[in-house]
């Protein structure tokens, strides 16, 4: 009996700090005056795009293609710089 004494005063200081009413945030989905948008069609495969086999192309190709496009006045051309093999 002792020791549920100690535990029932901590559930009651515990529930001492809860508020008395709940937030408006939880309450507002239930009130039926909030205008929702009405449930619009969107497809399935809306989106979707085809990843076909290709043929292998050159990686360096591909990288000059994905990268970022030099700024003139910035001087950030790297067109003096030595290329690899």
């Known amino acids: 009996m002792l020791k549920l004494t100690p535990l029932a005063a901590l559930g009651l ?3 001492a700090c809860m508020p008395s009413q709940h937030p408006s945030h939880v ?3 239930a009130d039926p005056a909030v ?8 497809s399935v495969t809306a989106g979707v795009r ?24 910035r001087d ?7 290329r690899g093999r």
């Open 35 to 42: 205008g929702v948008r009405p449930p619009a069609y969107s």
């Open 50 to 73: 085809g990843y076909d086999v290709v043929e292998p192309l050159d990686w360096r190709e591909l990288n000059r293609r994905v990268a970022p496009v030099p700024d003139p006045e």
């Open 13 to 15: 200081g515990l529930a």
């Open 76 to 82: 950030d051309s790297d067109d003096a710089a030595p």
């Open 27 to 29: 309450v507002a989905a």
